[in-house]
């Protein structure tokens, strides 16, 4: 029986083992977990808001590793600061219940621990080895087959083979406005990057806060925040406008720095990667958990469905290609797209906006590509 190793519990990886469970539960596998066994230091960890799609709420309730407050969002709007052009996306257009949800990392994170928890009741040969940082150099020998899923944020990682500094960085947090904007999701475009209001968990009155800009621009606004929340309100008013309400107040303000950072292969003799760990993206269309979770999902029914490690692989690396390369490429062009100052392509993203509205198909192929992935 092959011995597998899964390196790294963040969502991704702990999904991967679930999944693979859940399919072999017979499996031999072994993860390696850098947090303890106690659930606190997730609860109290990251709370940025992650937008999942519909795709990945089905995937992550088929073990019971949906979070309980997570909104749903039925509407989304997508315009173009100081620039004609807008589009609109509504879940009846694609016959879904929901085009997505928001959840935070904490908890998302949280439950898939505990439905991993439950499952590997079940699994004799699984062992989760918490507190376990391990090297760079003790990795590839862990076991038959072994799974980077170590993830990381931009800027903290080594640099992969395609690789793009945007020089963007986000504010992350919350906003309380004077309107209720009910399952409705904004994303504006502005000179500096795009600016999301996203459904919150905390209320109907409340948005969650995805601001990117220069980096310098953004630690300046974060310092405004601290010195003067309520300029700093004025001023996110003046790059969103008043579509969403009029912001009341702000908090849990907290900066990211954005990038691109991707490997060209996933697979190298009997390693493979997934997650960030495999590809690092904008978080401008939403996708890098949604990309990572098709990673984990797609893999761990590799490994339940070929005879060895080589054969699983090999196949796994054909089924994620397109996925990977469409789910980059068009994130990356959207990253870069609505930030160039050049009039042919200012132009050129009025039309594109104004044309998806008017082009159904063309809007639903795109919007079915986020929810679900390329297959
Ligand atoms: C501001 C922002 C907004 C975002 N918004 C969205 C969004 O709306 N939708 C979306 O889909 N994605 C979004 N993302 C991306 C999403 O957060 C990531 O794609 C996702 O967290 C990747 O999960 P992961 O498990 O691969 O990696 P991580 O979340 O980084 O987890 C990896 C885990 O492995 C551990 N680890 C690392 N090295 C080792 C080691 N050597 N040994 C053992 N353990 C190790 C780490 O401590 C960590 O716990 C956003 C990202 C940012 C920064």
């Given at each position: 029986m092959k011995k597998i190793a899964i390196v790294g519990g963040g969502p991704v990886g702990?999904?991967?083992?679930?999944?693979?469970?859940?399919?072999?539960?017979g499996a031999h596998l072994d993860l390696y977990d850098r947090l303890p066994e106690s659930n606190d230091e997730i609860k109290n960890g990251d709370s940025r808001s992650i937008?999942?799609?519909q795709g990945s709420h089905l995937l992550l309730k088929n073990i019971g590793a949906w979070p309980n407050n997570s909104p749903a969002i039925h509407k989304i709007h997508v315009s173009?600061?100081?620039?004609?052009?807008?589009?609109?996306?509504?879940?009846?257009?694609?016959q879904q219940e929901a085009l997505g949800h928001i959840v935070q990392y904490a908890e998302i994170h949280l439950s898939i621990r505990q439905a991993l928890q439950k499952i590997s009741k079940n699994a004799p040969n699984f062992r989760w080895h918490y507190s376990q940082k391990i090297d760079k150099l003790d990795k590839s020998s862990l076991a038959d087959m072994v799974i980077h899923a170590e993830g990381g944020l931009f800027k903290?990682?080594?640099?992969?083979?395609?690789?793009?500094?945007?020089?963007?960085?986000?504010?992350?947090?919350?906003?309380?406005?004077?309107?209720?904007?009910?399952?409705?999701?904004?994303?504006?475009?502005?000179?500096?990057?795009?600016?999301?209001l996203l459904p919150s968990h905390k209320g109907h009155e409340y948005l969650n806060l995805v601001w990117c800009g220069?980096?310098?621009?953004?630690?300046?606004?974060?310092?405004?925040f601290s010195e003067n929340p309520a300029t700093f309100l004025i001023e996110l008013q003046k790059a969103f406008g008043t579509r969403a309400g009029h912001f009341i107040e702000a908090g849990e303000l907290k900066s990211y720095e954005l990038g691109l950072n991707a490997r060209k292969e996933i697979v190298q003799g009997h390693e493979v990667w997934i997650g960030n760990a495999a590809q690092t993206m904008h978080p401008v269309a939403g996708q890098g958990l949604n990309l990572g979770l098709r990673d984990a999902h797609t893999l761990a029914e590799?490994?339940?469905?070929?005879?060895?490690?080589?054969?699983?692989?090999?196949?796994?690396?054909?089924?994620?290609k397109t996925d990977r390369n469409a789910t980059i490429?068009?994130?990356?062009?959207?990253?870069?797209?609505?930030?160039?100052?050049?009039?042919?392509?200012?132009?050129?993203?009025?039309?594109?906006?104004?044309?998806?509205?008017?082009?159904?198909?063309m809007k639903q192929s795109l919007t079915r590509q986020m929810m679900f992935g390329q297959r």
């Open positions: 702990l999904a991967c083992a679930a999944w693979l469970l859940e399919k072999t539960p937008a999942v799609s173009h600061r100081g620039h004609f052009g807008r589009a609109i996306v509504r879940r009846e257009e694609l903290q990682q080594e640099w992969q083979e395609i690789y793009r500094d945007y020089e963007q960085a986000a504010i992350v947090g919350w906003v309380k406005t004077d309107r209720i904007n009910q399952h409705l999701a904004w994303e504006r475009f502005t000179e500096e990057g795009p600016l999301a220069d980096p310098n621009a953004t630690q300046k606004r974060l310092e405004l590799s490994i339940a469905s070929c005879a060895s490690v080589h054969e699983a692989l090999n196949h796994n690396q054909e089924l994620r490429a068009s994130t990356d062009f959207l990253a870069r797209i609505f930030t160039s100052q050049l009039k042919p392509v200012i132009c050129a993203r009025g039309i594109a906006l104004s044309s998806l509205q008017i082009l159904s198909p």
